[in-house]
């Protein structure tokens, strides 16, 4: 079973809709992670949260919005998306340290992903 | 220099051959590379990893190897089987948390 839960597992919306995915784990990691995958390709990372904060902002349009209000939890909220936003969005968490204790490395674990289709 | 070249796109092999694919990286700072495993509509799933600071690393019938010299990494799967067919991604990440994955491989055990 997944450690990482991602809910909805589907959602279809439509381009002026405004809906939020929601990811949760509960191992105690402080790096959390969306990436969008399309049919037959490798994920993409979008944003990198580290300890809460946002660290990494891939030039992911400002029609994706992240959250993490706290370590546990991370959001991802859309508004006006487009046909072409139509994809599986899948979230990671990893364990991070902090800088004193030099870059981790350390494994990322997937959730299932939520499908995404914009009408 | 961000780029995972991964080869062969496909891989078709008769249930209980070996399997070999290939991933070549072009920054040499990169410092840890993890392999996943994507079934259809599944999530990618972690198999193994390797960091720079090791040539080989085994679990059961999976092993990878690295060639931090040559910029290259391989993933061999012994004795395949049905329930191995899937789709999987080499990666890298050259420090902090960004994870770059390669192009991926479609990979068909064949009974």
């Known amino acids: 079973d997944t450690e990482v839960t991602q809910t909805p597992k589907h959602l279809v919306m439509g381009m002026t809709n405004k809906k939020s995915l929601k990811c949760e784990q509960h191992?105690?990691?402080?790096?959390m992670y969306w990436y969008k995958q399309k049919a037959k390709k490798p994920p993409e990372l979008m944003f990198v949260?580290?300890?809460?904060?946002?660290?990494i902002n891939e030039s992911v349009p400002s029609r994706f919005s992240p959250e993490c209000p706290n370590s546990s939890l991370l959001n991802l909220h859309l508004h006006a998306l487009q046909p072409e936003d139509s994809a599986l969005y899948l979230c990671?968490?990893?364990?991070?340290?902090?800088?004193?204790?030099?870059?981790?490395?350390?494994?990322?674990?997937f959730g299932d992903g939520t499908r995404l289709s914009i009408l | 220099g961000e780029n995972v070249e991964q080869h062969p796109s496909t891989l078709s092999v008769q249930e209980g051959d070996s399997a070999v694919i290939k991933c070549t990286y072009s920054?040499?700072?990169?410092?840890?590379f993890p392999w996943y495993k994507q079934e259809l509509g599944k999530r990618p799933q972690l198999i193994i990893d390797?960091?720079?600071?090791?040539g080989e690393k085994k679990d059961q019938r999976i092993a990878v190897t690295l060639n931090k010299t040559a910029k290259h990494f391989s993933l061999h799967i012994t004795e395949t089987q049905p329930e191995d067919s899937a789709v999987y991604f080499c990666?890298?990440?050259?420090?902090?948390?960004?994870?770059?994955f390669g192009t991926g491989t479609q990979l068909k055990v064949e009974l």
């Open positions: 191992m105690g990691h402080r790096a």
């Open positions: 990666a890298r990440i050259k420090g902090g948390n960004k994870l770059t």
């Open positions: 990671a968490s990893s364990q991070d340290l902090t800088e004193e204790m030099s870059y981790s490395n350390q494994p990322q674990h």
């Open positions: 949260y580290s300890y809460e904060k946002l660290s």
């Open positions: 390797i960091r720079s600071n090791v």
């Open positions: 920054d040499s700072a990169s410092n840890y």
